[in-house]
């Protein structure tokens, strides 16, 4: 299953907490605000002109309180107060050149003002500036500086930092792959509900990748996210009780799991639900509702499903005997690396069944399976070579391909 990076929405991360400090002035506006006299509090903050006074005016000019609502003011006044060194201001005003709200947007200057508050020790402007580092954004793209504020925001308990940082240590980008480590930031995002994490965890104790393999383990993992509604743990979790790893077997149960990722276009679940009604593991065997999973897999880029599917179109089960159906997805498949896609296609080139004969694109494709190890092709490709068709005629390298095929059926 692909591992999905976390995606921001810099307007969530908006500082919008009112401050409070003993100043005269300063007091003063707080209490004028506290009693509902935004005039006054207004009038109070500029008098002040702290970094703390100057955020509360902009927060105030943001939302209209006391002043008629004026992005272009709201962010002057953050930059006054951004540049007296306040963390929010700083990061707040980061938000709005990235937006474009009250302000032209510059994500240079965004990246700017975030590394500004980052070095404060700013959470949430850490994890943005690391985001832009990973992605390039207002910065040079440099994975060691994503990983670095990463951490520093991960280890202030942001979910989204531990994630991320643990999905470039798992890859090795920004520093060598270190799957432990990826293995205990996901933990620590899972521990806190957080989904994404809750499903690679369940990846790594399901392969045993930086942590010892551990099936129960995934499957509490997988269950997790499942019971939320994710996807991919959902397919996960029903294979799981399909293959009885880690939880007792029930075909029953690993059915119900793969409906509810099949019913959300997960596409393995689509193929395994096929294949349950192709050998009628569990439930009536019928080859026309595998067809229809096969299908649904199929479209998605599966590649068994689109090999399973041309295979019946070919055979005529389940669905109407098309041949010229079958060499379209016995294509897709083939353009995907299968082998005895390859083999299927490439008999139905030399044979000019559902496609016009052309021994030359036969050649092309016994050769290609062959080359993967598919014995039959290399059968197929040998006797080309034998017999100079499709391919010039070459009986050392037909004999070459003859001895391959054989050393396989011998064993």
Known sequence: MKRKTTKILLGIFLCTGFISFARADFDLGIKAYEEGDYATAVREFKADGSAEAQFNLAL??????????????????????????YADAQFNLGVLYTTGDGIESDHKEAAKCFRLAAEQGHANAQFILA??????????????????????????????????????????????????????????????????????????????????????????WYRKAAEKGFVNAQAKLGILYSRGEGVKQDKKEALK???????????????????????????????????KWFRKAAEQGNLPAQFNLGSLYDK????????????????????????????????????????PQDKVEAAKWFLKAAEQGNAEAQLNIGLMYDNGEGVQQDKMEAAKWYRKAAEQIHH
Not at 259 to 284: C, H, P, S, T, W
Not at 332 to 352: C, I, S, V
Request: aromatic residues 10%.
């Open 316 to 355: 005529g089960v389940g669905v109407n005997q098309d041949k010229k159906e079958a060499a379209i997805w016995y294509r897709k498949a083939a353009e995907q690396g299968d082998a005895d896609a390859q083999d299927n296609l490439g008999f139905l080139y030399y044979k000019g069944i559902g496609v």
């Open 131 to 220: 985001y832009m580092y990973e992605k390039g954004d207002g910065v040079n793209q440099d994975a060691l500086e994503a990983v670095k504020w990463y951490r520093r925001a991960a280890e202030q308990g942001i979910i989204k930092a531990q994630f991320n940082l643990a999905l470039m240590k798992e890859k090795g980008e920004g520093g060598e792959t270190n799957k432990m480590e990826a293995a205990a930031w996901y933990r620590r995002a899972a521990e806190k509900g957080y989904l994404p994490a809750c499903f690679n965890l369940g990846l790594l104790y399901d392969k045993g990748e930086g942590i010892k393999e551990d099936k129960k383990e995934a499957a509490r």
């Open 60 to 85: 105030m000019y943001s939302i209209g309180k006391g002043v008629k609502q004026n992005k272009v003011e709201s962010a002057r006044w953050y930059r006054k107060s951004a540049e007296q060194g």
């Open 257 to 291: 799991w793969l409906r509810r990722a099949a019913d959300k276009r997960n596409a393995m679940a689509q193929f395994l639900i096929g294949m349950m009604y192709d050998r009628g593991e569990d439930v009536k065997q019928d080859h026309r509702e595998a067809a």
